[in-house]
């Protein structure tokens, strides 16, 4: 992290905790990490030069699923102006690791394109934690860019693909082996 560096986690999260804002930080951090991850406007909003540093925040904070938060809009301001476009990924690890050890949570993090029903939550949330052997918070994320199936990311890190992408990259390779 380059100039990511200058920026202060453990100040950050004192902050929000006493504002009683970490879940709320934690919520929007994962979904403004999400939508520069997946959507053009979204980073072109980030980058768009003609509009102040406040102006873009505001934007971003008008957009549908942010929770009013202080410490959020603090730390995007931020991380606009000091342009760490490509360190997002590194701060919001850095941040919800540091969440949830506070919180003392373990969270699993599932990506599809479309809203998981009820009863696959509640799978997936049964199975992570019959693996982890503690409680899970289940994170579902949206991404239009998933074709069809689900990504889940366990709490230690594991990573199960089960997206249609990537069974057709294994299927190719599988091919592509046996000529």
């Known amino acids: 992290?380059?100039?990511?560096?200058?920026?202060?986690?453990?100040?950050?999260?004192?902050?929000?905790?006493?504002?009683?804002?970490?879940?709320?930080?934690?919520?929007?951090?994962?979904?403004?990490?999400?939508?520069?991850?997946?959507?053009?406007?979204?980073?072109n909003l980030v980058r768009r030069h003609s509009l102040s540093v406040e102006n873009r925040v505001e934007c971003i904070l008008s957009l549908p699923g942010f929770l009013v938060g202080d410490t959020f809009s603090e730390l995007i301001a931020a991380g606009i102006a000091e342009s760490w476009f490509s360190e997002w990924r590194v701060i919001h690890d850095a941040v919800q690791t540091r969440i949830d050890e506070i919180l003392n949570r373990s969270v699993v993090q599932v990506i599809s394109r479309v809203p998981l029903t009820d009863d696959q939550s509640n799978q997936i949330r049964d199975i992570a934690q019959r693996v982890s052997q503690k409680p899970v918070e289940l994170r579902a994320l949206l991404d239009e860019s998933v074709v069809g199936g689900i990504l889940i990311i366990l709490p230690d890190g594991r990573v199960v693909d089960l997206t249609v992408s990537s069974a057709l990259t294994q299927l190719k390779s599988y091919v592509m082996e046996r000529g």
Not at 11 to 39: M, P, T, V, Y
């Open 1 to 43: 992290m380059a100039r990511a560096n200058l920026l202060d986690i453990d100040e950050l999260i004192r902050r929000a905790k006493s504002r009683d804002e970490l879940s709320s930080l934690s919520s929007n951090l994962a979904l403004f990490f999400h939508l520069i991850q997946s959507n053009m406007d979204v980073r």
